[in-house]
């Protein structure tokens, strides 16, 4: 069946980094967009950052731009987000998700001193 399984969520401080993963079984990977989406408490979902099946074209909201960098290993089913000069904005629950028909259970980032 199809899995998407995050991990590498953490409490970190203001300023920090942290790299969260994702890790896709059951269907083929290699086909699929894969997106990072977040929700922190009390707010809707937002998209944070997109690669294509090969991992040639990322895109990035707005707010996490030249400091969040998405990445893929085909070979391996997985795909990364690498988050750097952390906020505490930044705080949520992570989710991946190919194309926005298979998600993943979300793991928790929280950026706080």
């Known amino acids: 069946q199809v899995q998407l399984v995050e991990s590498g969520g953490d409490l970190v401080q203001p300023g920090g980094s942290l790299r969260v993963s994702c890790a896709a079984s059951?269907?083929?990977?290699?086909?699929?967009?894969m997106n990072w989406v977040r929700q922190a408490p009390g707010k809707g979902l937002e998209w944070v950052s997109k690669?294509?099946?090969?991992?040639?074209?990322?895109y990035y909201a707005d707010s996490v731009k030249g400091r969040f960098t998405i990445s893929r290993n085909n070979a391996k089913n997985m795909v990364y987000l690498q988050m750097n000069s952390l906020k505490s904005e930044d705080s949520a629950l992570y989710y991946c998700?190919?194309?926005?028909?298979?998600w993943g259970q979300g793991t928790q980032v929280t950026v706080s001193s």
């Open positions: 690669i294509d099946p090969g991992g040639d074209n990322t």
């Open positions: 998700t190919a194309t926005y028909t298979y």
């Open positions: 059951g269907f083929t990977f290699s086909n699929y967009d």
